[in-house]
């Protein structure tokens, strides 16, 4: 089936650590995105990618870090310098800026 | 304030009523999108609109681009239905950002 994939659904980190979150897609699609949601907030952009090998920080990248050397695989990790790391991460891809957008299923991440 | 307004936050409905969730936007956009969101936490894309209206079963979407304005509206609605539907606009000029509403909470009870 195509689709996206992110894992894992559930992480727990401790304080000082750093994780990273999985997202890989079979759709072909060439812009990859990372977003973190908040309790009643808007989704925010962390980062994203319109091409394999280049990425470009978003609205709230200070703390995190992202690869992309596949197109098929966009991780994201949460470093210690992230203050306050628990949210919901949605990855997302579309195949150009205007097209329409596909979601991941997501991963909550709690400090412990 | 946001960009992106929703109304109401939260909205409880019977089954069969007809719903309406609106969007509002203080920029020039290029395309809105409305995304439901289910309980566990996945995100579906619904529609993108640029101009006028879309119909898919139930759901129709329209946008008034002169007011900056749109709205979802679900008709003869289902206990199914209950989800959190979000609003979210990409500005004019081919920025890659999408910013989002904070979403609408529906309920639609039996």
């Known amino acids: 089936d195509g689709g996206i994939t992110q894992s894992p659904k559930y992480l727990f980190r401790k304080e000082g650590q750093n994780v990273t979150l999985s997202c890989e897609q079979n759709l072909n699609h060439d812009a990859m995105y990372w977003y973190r949601q908040d309790p009643g907030q808007g989704l925010r952009l962390i980062y994203y990618s319109q091409i394999v090998n280049d990425f470009q920080k978003g609205d709230i990248a200070e703390g995190y870090s992202v690869s992309r050397e596949k197109k098929e695989s966009f991780p994201l990790t949460v470093t210690s310098a992230q203050k306050n790391p628990t949210a919901f991460y949605l990855c997302?891809?579309?195949?150009?800026?205007?097209?329409?957008?596909?979601f991941g299923e997501g991963s909550w991440l709690t400090v412990v | 304030k946001n960009e992106v307004e929703q109304s109401p936050q939260n909205l409880t409905a019977q089954e069969g009523e007809f719903i309406t969730i609106n969007c509002s936007y203080s920029?020039?956009?290029?395309?809105l999108h409305w995304l439901q969101q289910h309980p566990g936490g996945g995100i579906v894309s619904l529609f993108m609109?640029?101009?006028g209206k879309k119909k898919h079963g139930r759901l129709i979407a329209t946008i008034n681009i002169q007011e900056k304005h749109s709205s979802l509206h679900i008709t003869a609605s289902h206990p199914r239905d209950s989800a959190v539907y979000i609003c979210a606009v990409r500005s004019q000029g081919g920025s890659e950002k999408l910013v989002f509403g904070k979403g609408t909470k529906l309920t639609v009870n039996p």
């Open positions: 609109l640029s101009s």
């Open positions: 997302a891809t579309s195949q150009w800026a205007a097209d329409t957008i596909y």
């Open positions: 920029v020039g956009i290029s395309a």
